[in-house]
């Protein structure tokens, strides 16, 4: 797993667009953290549309859709992204990619420290609109399976793009980890366990750490 650095071409506009891209995440993140005290009311339709009328207890759409929602969550909890995480970072120590080690391993705690501290300080309560889907027990905001599968899932598609020269592959990967980020913020909502907001500001506090960690890997490997 040789990193390529970018194309000079490339580079011209890709800092420029992620230092923007960095700026409009933190934007909705802080408007999104000062603004959920007096609530959002997009977060109360959204949380009831996802429900039958009449029967808030029952999730919209067909019986197999309820468990794929519960499935595609686990993805970004954190029994499975701690060995996924762990057993990725041991492989990349056990080959000699140490600073990758370290980013993942520092992409993994930082999120999941960072998101208990914003937990502590905003404690946002649960959405109690509709009835939970799966079992939860710390503070709403941000969604911690947003907010740190985006860091993880992000941090190593960006690791491994880079191990690629064609741009089709490079697109795939990012491509797919982006999916992966948005099915398992989506499942959060679908299971009535998080406001939509939550989710939002989970993706934007995790993307952004996804790109403090890929500027920190562009300049260790330009070192």
């Known amino acids: 797993m040789s990193p390529r650095p970018f194309p000079r071409r490339s580079g011209q506009w890709l800092w420029p667009a992620l230092a923007l891209l960095a700026l409009s995440l933190a934007g909705i993140a802080i408007h999104l953290a ?3 005290a007096t609530g959002f009311a997009l977060d109360s339709r959204i949380l009831l549309a996802l429900r039958e009328p009449g029967a808030l207890a029952t999730p919209i759409g067909p019986s197999w859709l309820l468990q794929s929602a519960i499935d595609i969550s686990a993805i970004g909890g954190f029994t499975v992204l701690c060995l996924f995480g762990s057993a990725t970072v041991l492989f ?10 370290l980013l993942l391993a520092g992409s993994m705690l930082g999120a999941s420290t960072f998101n208990a501290l914003l937990k502590l300080i ?10 939970h889907l799966a079992e939860v027990s710390n503070a709403s905001f941000p969604s911690g399976h947003a907010m740190t599968s985006a860091a993880v899932y992000l941090t190593l598609a960006v690791m491994l793009a880079q191990t690629e020269s064609s741009r089709w592959a490079r697109a795939y990967l990012l491509a797919f980890a982006v999916l992966i980020v948005l099915l398992i ?7 009535g366990v998080h406001w939509p907001s939550d989710v939002l500001a989970g993706w934007c ?7 403090a ?3 920190i890997n562009a300049r260790l490997h330009r070192r």
């Open 34 to 36: 000062l603004g959920f």
């Open 205 to 211: 506090f995790g993307t952004l750490w996804a790109l």
């Open 122 to 131: 905003w404690q946002r309560p649960r959405p109690e609109l509709v009835p």
């Open 185 to 191: 913020g989506c499942s959060r909502v679908y299971l």
């Open 92 to 101: 990349l120590f056990a080959f000699g990619r140490r600073a990758e080690a």
């Open 213 to 215: 960690m890929f500027a």
